[in-house]
């Protein structure tokens, strides 16, 4: 069953990468040019930043995956120590969240749909953030966003983390 799914996604997804190329190539076009920020790169860079210039944010996603295995880090950003809680005060409610894909369940194309939806992105984003779970969909979350995104997620069939 899972082939067949995969099969129906991979269908899916080659008739809509005609619009999805189109769509990316109207959003480069409508970039205004002002937005650009001029920054001075080491010659040994230059080639580097130029080729990471020219990534997908599917791409630099898949980079920055790679690039935390190898080395051993994290992406994310780091949370600034704020003072020491005195021993007597009760611990304050975490008010930011991680929304983590676990994984997609049997009904992977309804949480792929899920996941397009909810993230507002193409649907070969969605399918590859689904196939790589477990991953993360989205940081820094109110508690009331994350739990509607892990419901809605969850009734299409897949496994959510809230961290």
């Known amino acids: 069953m899972t082939d067949t799914n995969d099969k129906k996604v991979d269908e899916v997804v080659e008739e809509t990468a005609t619009e999805t190329v189109a769509t990316e190539e109207v959003a480069k076009a409508e970039t205004p040019v002002e937005d650009e920020v001029s920054v001075e790169v080491p010659a040994k860079f230059k080639k580097l930043v130029e080729e990471v210039e020219n990534m997908s944010v599917l791409e630099l996603h898949e980079l920055v995956k790679v690039l935390e295995k190898k080395f051993g880090v994290s992406a994310a950003a780091m949370a600034v120590a704020g003072p020491a809680a005195t021993g007597g005060e009760a611990a304050e409610e975490k008010s930011s969240f991680t929304i983590e894909l676990k994984s997609a369940g049997e009904s992977k194309i309804g949480v792929i749909k899920a996941v397009k ?6 649907l070969k984003e969605a399918k590859d953030l689904v196939d790589g779970a477990p991953s993360v969909l989205k940081e820094n979350v109110s508690k009331e ?3 509607a995104m892990k419901k809605e997620i969850e009734a299409a069939g897949g496994t959510v983390e809230l961290k």
């Open 117 to 122: 939806a909810a993230l507002g992105l193409g």
């Open 145 to 147: 966003d994350a739990e």
